[in-house]
């Protein structure tokens, strides 16, 4: 066997991995079952059999996974092994491009775009045809992200509009020009976006057989790391690549990235498109305890399609994992703030601890308790919770009622009237520096003949403030929403996403009787930001985020219907499947205690509350491996009475088909079935069809 142990140094599933004959070979490796090292062993056995590293080509999604895997290697050859072709499908892609572009119509010298480049591309072209305010026309990101899902989906931009649903309002044909004028200033100049690099290389196989034959001759074994990662394009790459002796790694139960254009069938039809496919099983896990798998296995055997397997590990004893349920959100925070708590009092650092969630903002309430208690932690996935522009607008305005004096506040909510740039916000503050009352420091926004209208809206807001000294932060930022609202579309794209963030600060207002306490634990900054591995910080992140990592103690949270799946994917089976693999993924993350929350209930903006389902993809696990437990109210938390029932209707008069409808969150629709036991649903112009329940909706008549 050479140098390299071998046998000591690998479990017998890994070892029949390593030494698989030539031919066409598939992976199935479980989460924590080592896959990493059986890839860096078989690597290292070919070059130990005599295989030039140069003719081994090894694929992974980073380039720094790829020179980890390397670098590996080489330790334990004890000899340079930089020939090796890896890298990954993008950086490989370019290399063929430069070297065989021009038989398909590339002029050298190429420029590869990164996504800011692309962007600006694609903002002048609407500026140029003067569309950026036009509704019917998606900003430069959203059409960025269109136009990628077609390409990693396999299809032209025609199929994908064909293909694609599209709100009321949008037009084909401008999407269709803007396209057009962006694939043209990009073969003018010479321009590849990060998407083009593949279709263009897959176009460039499909058309030059011949040189497909020199590389396929060329590559003798290639290996490909993730592959359940893969989508459409980077699959075909693969079958024209690799002649016979071909080794893909992967875990079906652990692609989650369908968003992007991974294509989950990529793993399941590996044996029909390499007929006679050896499969072999990694299902040793050597991270977490018995109890934690067993959750996992059964969670993940209902998977309607997925290669059977069972993870296992040396780790028999253990905690079984735990299910939570909370009366509602603060509670959750305040739950797993305490656990946490204890925890690190029995000495385990924070940093092997770790709370996930499926969406950057379902952190943001338990943020603001982490940072009352001085906890330190950093985020990954989705931005901190006071770190964006629009949080940081909304809260501008509060802080200036809150002390007329803040001048920062003052002049970053000014710069935010169209027209108004920085010098004369700098101007206006200035003049209002000497002002004694709120009536002088409003005069100081006259004399601007041009904002006049503007100002008069701006001024209106803060006398409406300032009329009514005893409002709780809630109705103050409710006041301000109510008029930020119509800002938020001119100042940000995204401005969709944006709302859905500003409603969950507001729910976390609902805690807080004073606006000082509010600001203080929004503002407090109780650590540094580092990504320094010396810094003890319990760590936050999204699932997709947390893929690859693994901790002692791990919370996951919000799992409920609508947030945990997404309510996203409720409509698509295929997505459904997804979201039960995040949850797997999720879940083998804990190496040795798991906690599982959820909030029984949400306020909502309107009054009262909205009873939260728990996540059906652990509802019926019995309790012997998930038990359950409660945790009665602390009554301590400051929550106003008026969210403690529903705000009750008289009758479901007035809202018959047809009617014509407002809601606050969703604007404007239509009923199109009339009420069933208090529910509603209404079809709303940007947001679609909706449910909706009378007690808890504010819904008006329009």
């Known amino acids: 066997m050479g140098r390299i142990d071998y046998q000591n ?5 890994q070892l029949e991995a390593v030494f698989s004959p030539d031919g066409p070979t598939l992976i199935i490796a479980g989460a924590g079952s080592g896959k990493t090292r059986t890839l860096v062993y078989r690597v290292a056995w070919l070059v130990e059999k005599g295989i030039p590293p140069e003719r081994i080509l090894l694929l992974t999604f980073t380039r720094k996974a790829s020179q980890e895997m390397l670098h590996r290697v080489e330790e334990m050859l004890n000899r340079s092994c930089r020939e090796v072709a890896g890298g990954t499908f993008h950086s490989l892609a370019y290399k063929f491009l430069r070297i065989y572009g021009s038989v398909i119509g590339l002029k050298r010298p190429l420029t590869v775009m990164d996504r800011k480049d692309s962007e600006e591309l694609v903002g002048k072209i609407i500026k140029a045809k003067h569309w950026e305010k036009e509704k019917d026309v998606p900003d430069k990101r959203e059409f960025l992200e269109l136009l990628s899902r077609f390409v990693n989906r396999g299809l032209t931009f025609e199929e994908g509009l064909s293909n694609s649903f599209f709100e009321n309002g949008i037009s084909l044909s401008k999407l269709r020009e803007v396209n057009l004028g962006y694939e043209t200033l990009k073969r003018q100049h010479g321009l590849l976006d990060y998407d083009d690099l593949l279709s263009h290389c897959l176009h460039l196989f499909r058309q030059e057989t011949g040189i497909v034959r020199e590389l396929s001759s060329y590559y003798q074994y290639v290996l490909v790391d993730e592959y359940q990662d893969t989508n459409l394009l980077q699959a075909e790459i693969v079958r024209h690549l690799a002649r016979e002796n071909i ?3 992967g875990d079906d139960s652990q692609s989650i990235y369908g968003f992007r254009g991974a294509h989950f069938k990529n793993i399941l039809d590996f044996p029909r498109q390499f007929p006679g496919t050896r499969v072999i099983k990694l299902e040793e896990n050597f991270r977490s305890s018995q109890p934690i798998l067993n959750l996992a296995n059964r969670m993940i055997s209902y998977s309607k399609e997925r290669y059977s397997k069972c993870l296992f590990s040396r780790f028999k004893k253990g905690e079984p994992p735990c299910l939570i349920e909370l009366p509602y959100e603060e509670s959750q925070s305040q739950y797993v703030v305490r656990q946490l708590q204890e925890f690190h009092g029995q000495g385990i650092p924070w940093q092997e601890m770790a709370v996930l969630f499926r969406a950057g903002h ?9 940072q009352k208690e001085g906890i330190p932690f950093k985020k990954y996935g989705g931005r901190r919770f006071v770190e964006g522009a629009h949080i940081k607008d909304l809260i501008s305005y509060l802080k200036v009622i809150h002390n007329p004096r803040d001048v920062l506040a003052w002049e970053r909510i000014l710069r935010l009237l169209e027209g108004l740039g920085p010098k004369r916000a700098q101007a206006i503050v200035e003049r209002m520096t000497d002002c004694p009352d709120w009536t002088s420091r409003l005069e100081c926004l006259t004399g601007y003949p041009r904002l006049k209208s503007q100002l008069t809206e701006f001024s209106a807001l803060f006398q409406r403030l300032v009329d009514q000294p005893f409002l709780t932060p809630t109705q103050a930022l409710e006041m301000i929403w109510d008029y930020y609202k119509n800002l938020l579309p001119g100042l940000y794209e995204e401005p969709q996403r944006r709302q859905k963030e500003i409603e969950e600060i507001i729910r976390v207002s609902y805690n807080y009787t004073e606006t000082e306490d509010l600001l203080g634990d929004l503002s407090l900054e109780v650590y ?32 409920t219907e609508g947030r945990f799946p997404s309510s996203q994917s409720m409509m698509n089976p295929e997505e459904m499947e997804e979201e039960r693999r995040l949850l797997y993924v999720a879940i083998t993350r804990a190496k040795e205690r798991l906690f599982l929350t959820y909030p029984e209930s949400l306020s909502n903006r309107g009054g009262g509350w909205q009873k939260n389902d728990l996540c059906h993809f652990i509802a019926d696990i019995a309790e012997d491996l998930l038990p359950k437990r409660g945790k009665p109210i602390n009554h301590s938390l400051q929550v106003p009475a008026s969210y403690c029932s529903p705000i009750p209707k008289e009758d479901d008069e007035g809202f018959s088909k047809g009617t014509k409808v407002f ?39 329009g």
């Open 247 to 249: 080794m893909v790694v």
């Open 362 to 370: 379902h952190s943001f309430n338990l943020e603001v308790f982490l």
């Open 663 to 701: 809601h606050p969150l969703f604007g404007n629709g239509v009923i199109q079935e009339p009420p069933r036991e208090r529910k509603v649903r209404v079809l709303f112009k940007r947001y679609g069809s909706k449910v909706l329940h009378l007690d808890y909706a504010r819904l008006e008549r």
């Open 9 to 13: 140094n690998l479990n017998q599933a």
């Open 528 to 559: 540094e930001e580092s990504d320094g591995p010396e810094k003890d910080q319990l760590v936050l992140s999204t699932v997709h985020s947390a893929k690859g990592l693994e901790w002692k103690i791990v919370f996951i949270i919000w799992l």
